[in-house]
């Protein structure tokens, strides 16, 4: 039989080992611990980075069709036939006539869109073309009378002369939603 000395000294020994064991074993885990955590600091940037851009994603997509409204309030200079055509059409759905005497493009400042200016003359009987004046100022454009006066050309006839100021976009205006896209071109013969 062994010794009760041989019994402590084999069961210190089995503690000592326990210890370090437990010591190696604990800063194995504490370390795997710490990077566990940087890993989740990262995921978590990430899916915050991730719902940010899918925000502003969300954002521009709301922005694109508020700013396709608001680029409708602005005639493009290669729309200015067709407003031509949409403001001779009013007052001939009001039984008057529209003449449009000249059209100009110039800018009211460097920090203002450009200005189409329009001398415009509409013919016809006095309430026709009040109507017409109303139709043409009140149309869904960026639009404003600078000048007006209204006279009589004859027994029934009356005439309004006006400036018709009209904001405008040039085709090389790129808006901050609009989509490019690439292809190719064959020249034309």
């Known amino acids: 039989m062994k010794s009760p000395l041989s019994h402590f000294f084999v069961a210190l020994a089995v503690c000592i080992f326990s210890l370090i064991g437990y010591g190696v ?3 194995a885990v504490t370390d795997k611990s710490a990077i566990a955590e940087n890993l989740q600091v990262k995921i ?8 940010r851009i899918s925000s502003a994603r969300t954002a521009l997509s709301e922005i694109a069709g508020d700013e396709a409204a608001v680029q409708s309030y602005f005639i493009p200079e290669t729309g200015v036939v067709a407003f031509i055509n ?10 008057t006539t529209v003449t449009i005497l000249s059209v100009s493009i110039g800018k009211a400042s460097t920090s203002t869109p450009q200005i189409l200016t329009l001398a415009v003359t509409v013919k016809g009987t006095f309430d026709a073309v009040m109507r017409t004046v109303g139709a043409i100022e009140y149309a869904p454009y960026d639009l404003s009378l600078p000048s ?22 040039s085709p090389k205006t790129v808006t901050s939603t609009q989509k490019t896209t690439t ?3 064959t020249p034309s013969p």
Not at 86 to 95: A, K, N, Q, V, W
């Open 183 to 185: 292809g190719t071109s």
């Open 25 to 27: 074993l604990y800063n």
């Open 86 to 95: 949409d403001i001779e059409e009013r007052g001939r759905s009001l039984g």
């Open 148 to 169: 007006f006066s209204v006279g009589r050309d004859g027994e029934n006839t009356w005439r309004a002369d006006f400036k018709l100021a009209v904001g405008s976009v």
């Open 44 to 51: 978590s940037q990430k899916t915050e980075s991730i719902d």
